[in-house]
C-alpha cells in the first residue's frame, strides 16, 4: 500500500479548500448529545441546551426513521442556521457510507451549513478508505461553499473491521478529530450474544474457586467488562495518531449508576467524554469526565513536591517520580481546558488550597 508522503498530507485535497490543521484542538467534549433533528420536541429543546454540554450532535442515522431522514437534514440546516452555539460544538452524524441519503447529507450540510459544522460522525467505518472518502468529498464541499476551517472527522467504532484497521482509521487524515466506540453495532457485527446499547451483561464473570471444594457453595461472582478489550485499543490507536478516543452510547437510560460507571472505566482508560442520549446524562458525562476536586489537590501537590521535575521524592508514604508527574499533569491540564469554558468548574478548582 502507498503512503501520501508529509506534504501532501497537509495538502487541501480539493482548490479552493482551506489547508487541514496540523493539530486537532484540546477543544472540552465530555458529552457528545444525541438529537433528532426531525423531532420537533427535541429539536425545540436544542438552544436551550447551549452552554450546558460540551457538544450538540445533529443525529442523521440510527435512530431516526427511514421516513424523517430528509426532514432530519433539514431540521438540522434550519437549527444550525437559527442558533448561536457560543463555546457549543454542533456536529452531525451523517448515515453510513452505503446508505442511499449519505451523499446528500454531506453536499446539504456542508454547502449551507459548513461553517457551522466542527465535526462529521462517520458510522460503521471500516478501514483508512471510508476516511479518504469523506476526506475528498469534504474538501470538494468545503471550496464549493467556501466554508473557510476544515471540518473535521470522527469514525465510529463499529465493526470486527474496523476495530481491525483502527491504528490506520485514526491516522487516515489530519481531519481525524476521533473515535467513538459503538458497542450495539459492533456487538451485532461480532454476533456477540447480547441484547443491548452499551454497558455489561450479567452473564459476562468470572466466578471466585469452590470454597473447600463446594462447587455448590456460596462463590462470589465478579461481572466483566464486555468492552474493555476494544475500548484500550481504540484509546492507545487515538493517543499514538494525536486524536481523542471516546466511549459511545449506554442505552439504559434508568440505570443512571451503570452509566456513570460506564463512563468512569473509560474515563479511567484515557477517554475524552462519551455520547449522552437523553438530557438526564448529560450531567453525568460532565461530572465523570472532568477531574475530581481530590484528584487536583493531590495532582497540584505532585507537581509541587516534584520542583524541577526530575528525580523521586517520598508523599504521604508514596514514592513520587518523572512518570507519576507526567500523570499529574495529564489531570491539571485537563482541569485548565475546563475551567476556561466551565465557570463553575473554574470555582471549585481555583478554591483548591494545596498543603
Ligand atoms: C431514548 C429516547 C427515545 C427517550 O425519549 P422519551 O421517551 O421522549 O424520554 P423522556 O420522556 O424521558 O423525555 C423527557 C423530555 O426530554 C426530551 N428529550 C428526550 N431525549 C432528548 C434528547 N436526546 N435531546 C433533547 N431532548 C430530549 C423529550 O422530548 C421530552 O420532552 P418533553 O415531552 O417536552 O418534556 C430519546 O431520549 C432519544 O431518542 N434519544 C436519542 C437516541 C439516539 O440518538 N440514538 C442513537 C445513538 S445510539 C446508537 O446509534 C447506537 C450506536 O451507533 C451503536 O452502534 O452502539
Ligand atoms: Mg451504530
Not at 447480547?194 to 469452590?210: A, E, K, M, S
Request: charged content about 25%; glycine content about 8%.
Amino acid at each position: 500500500m502507498s503512503h501520501k508522503s508529509p506534504k501532501d498530507f497537509f495538502a487541501p485535497l480539493a482548490v479552493g479548500a482551506p489547508a487541514p490543521l496540523r493539530e486537532i484542538p484540546a477543544r472540552p467534549s465530555r458529552a457528545i448529545h444525541f438529537f433528532d433533528p426531525s423531532n420537533p420536541k427535541m429539536a425545540a429543546k436544542v438552544p436551550a441546551m447551549v452552554g450546558t454540554v460540551d457538544v450538540l450532535l445533529g443525529n442523521l442515522e440510527d435512530a431516526v426513521k427511514a421516513d424523517n431522514k430528509v426532514a432530519a437534514r433539514e431540521g438540522l440546516v434550519k437549527i444550525a442556521s437559527e442558533t448561536d452555539f457560543g463555546p457549543t460544538q454542533l456536529w452531525t452524524r451523517i448515515n453510513s457510507l452505503d446508505s442511499p441519503w449519505v451523499l446528500d447529507d454531506l453536499i446539504t450540510l456542508v454547502t449551507e451549513i459548513g461553517d457551522k459544522l466542527d465535526v462529521v460522525m462517520v458510522p460503521k467505518v471500516q478501514g483508512p478508505e471510508d476516511i479518504h472518502y469523506v476526506d475528498r468529498l469534504l474538501a470538494q464541499l468545503e471550496a464549493k461553499g467556501g466554508v473557510q476551517r476544515p471540518i473535521l472527522i470522527h469514525a465510529i467504532l463499529e465493526t470486527a473491521r474496523g476495530v481491525a484497521n483502527v491504528e490506520e482509521i485514526a491516522s487516515a487524515s489530519p481531519r481525524m478529530q476521533g473515535i467513538s466506540l459503538g458497542p450495539a453495532d459492533l456487538a451485532a457485527d461480532r454476533k456477540m450474544k447480547t441484547t443491548r446499547v452499551g454497558g455489561g451483561h450479567p452473564g459476562y464473570l468470572v466466578r471466585q474457586d469452590p470454597v473447600d471444594g463446594d462447587i455448590h457453595g456460596q462463590r462470589t461472582v465478579f461481572q466483566q467488562d464486555l468492552w474493555h478489550y476494544t475500548i484500550a485499543k481504540m484509546v492507545d490507536a487515538c493517543a499514538a495518531a494525536g486524536i481523542y478516543p471516546y466511549y459511545g452510547p449506554f442505552g439504559d437510560i434508568t440505570d443512571v449508576v451503570a452509566a456513570e460507571d460506564q463512563f468512569r472505566n473509560a474515563f479511567l482508560l484515557g477517554c475524552v467524554g462519551t455520547w449522552s442520549l437523553h438530557p438526564k446524562q448529560i450531567e453525568i458525562a460532565n461530572r465523570v469526565f472532568s477531574p475530581s476536586v481530590e484528584d487536583i489537590k493531590h495532582a497540584r501537590r505532585v507537581v509541587a513536591a516534584m520542583g524541577d521535575g526530575t528525580g523521586a521524592v517520598m508523599l504521604d508514604g508514596k514514592m513520587e517520580d518523572d512518570a507519576s508527574l507526567k500523570q499529574c499533569l495529564v489531570l491539571v491540564d485537563l482541569a485548565e481546558e475546563l475551567a476556561a469554558i466551565d465557570p463553575k468548574l473554574k470555582e471549585l478548582y481555583d478554591a483548591i488550597e494545596v498543603d
